[in-house]
């Protein structure tokens, strides 16, 4: 991924700045630490010009805190000038680690919280900052994106009340229904897919992946899945299938429809690896039902991909699925909270996005266009060619 580029040229768009919330910590370090190596050893034609003044700092976190009063009510500081700045705020919706007193109790930040959190640092701000993107890499309550009988559409609602307190841009991951961004038709919203960033986990975690259509296929758990399923099947070269669920439309079990059976269309994936695609892995029973279906077909090793992982009922379900050969490997990224636990299982494969965050931050802070940075294709080319040559990629 190159970061010296004709576009690093231009004049910055504002003095950049970043506001790292507590639950995106470890990861807005990374993203921090690549912008600032890169900037120090770029070395432009108008280096020495007014206008880049600071474009080359120690640092480019602004500190801010949100404290707590002991109702659990709470406020932004930000202890810096924002004035003029080209502002970037990440956050993790999904970081349940944090807590928080309420009359003396100890609570769980929930997803709401988080939100709120966002909306106070932008308060804080008071209008001063030229731009101010969010980076929010699971999009809060996009689940929730659409209304089939009396219910509330968060999604939406959360994207008009960024847009009406100054947001220019949202950047998220992998979004449920990016038809969502239809709520805010004239603010930016870009939806990234980390599909490069899964190919070079995989490959430099397995070194005998046969990437042709007689040993690999790709899998799409649903049909809601089928888009992104069918990018990766194309890039690679090799056959998609898709399970489709039935469901008893008579029940609903915890707001849902249970599902019956996992039905298959595709060809035989007798004697192949399958790649399993999903934009996240809430509790993992589908993933994991899917996954056993397959095996059923006989299928050689099951790898899960999923952009977030949630792991919302536990690892023990997982733990078994590998124990007894259900699953070879589960990759999902960094973008979201990651207990130690998983961090630490055989089966775990951490894909990092941090470096492609950081080349998203630079360039769109020198106005540039990121249209060829969100399309990997030639890059996934270029690393199966490598891959091809050497089955080891460093």
């Not at 993992?284 to 099951?302: I, Q």
Request: glycine share 6%; net charge negative.
């Amino acid at each position: 991924m190159k970061t010296v580029d004709n576009k690093f040229n231009s004049i910055p768009s504002g003095k950049l700045g970043i506001i790292v919330h507590p639950s995106c910590e470890k990861l807005g370090n990374m993203i921090d630490k690549y912008i600032v190596d890169w900037r120090k050893n770029r070395e432009t034609s108008e280096s020495e010009a007014i206008h880049f003044q600071d474009y080359a700092r120690d640092t480019f976190i602004i500190k801010c805190t949100c404290s707590r009063f002991g109702t659990g009510e709470a406020k932004a500081l930000l202890h810096s000038s924002v004035r003029g700045a080209d502002l970037y705020i990440l956050a993790d919706v999904l970081n349940y680690s944090l807590q928080y007193k309420v009359c003396g109790h100890m609570n769980h930040m929930s997803p709401d919280d988080i939100y709120a959190d966002i909306k106070r640092i932008i308060a804080a701000a008071s209008g001063k900052p030229r731009s101010i993107t969010v980076i929010m890499p699971f999009l809060y309550e996009s689940r929730q994106h659409k209304r089939s009988s009396r219910e509330s559409l968060d999604c939406a609602f959360a994207l008009q009340e960024l847009a009406n307190i100054g947001v220019d841009n949202i950047l998220t991951f992998d979004a449920h229904d990016p038809r969502v961004q239809n709520a805010i038709p004239l603010k930016g919203f870009d939806n990234v897919m980390p599909t490069y960033q899964f190919l070079k986990a995989l490959l430099h975690n397995m070194h005998d992946l046969h990437i042709d259509n007689d040993h690999l296929m790709v899998i799409s758990p649903d049909e809601g899945a089928m888009n992104r399923a069918m990018y990766f099947a194309n890039v690679l070269g090799v056959d998609i299938g898709m399970f489709y669920k039935r469901r008893d439309y008579s029940v609903v079990v915890n707001g849902r429809n249970p599902i019956v059976a996992h039905e298959f269309l595709g060809a035989s994936v007798e004697g192949k690896d399958v790649l399993i695609i999903d934009d996240m892995i809430s509790s993992g029973e589908s993933m994991l039902d899917v996954a056993r279906e397959l095996k059923r077909r006989k299928a050689n090793r099951v790898i899960c991909i999923s952009t977030f992982g949630m792991f919302t009922n536990g690892l023990d379900s997982f733990d078994q699925a590998f124990k007894d050969g259900t699953i070879y490997r589960v990759t999902t990224t960094n973008s979201t909270y990651q207990t130690p636990e998983l961090l630490e299982r055989e089966w775990y494969i951490s894909t990092d996005v941090s470096k492609y965050i950081a080349l998203l931050i630079d360039s769109m802070n020198h106005g540039a266009s990121i249209s060829r940075i969100l399309n990997p294709h030639d890059r996934i080319k270029n690393r199966l060619a490598e891959y091809e040559q050497f089955h080891d990629i460093q």
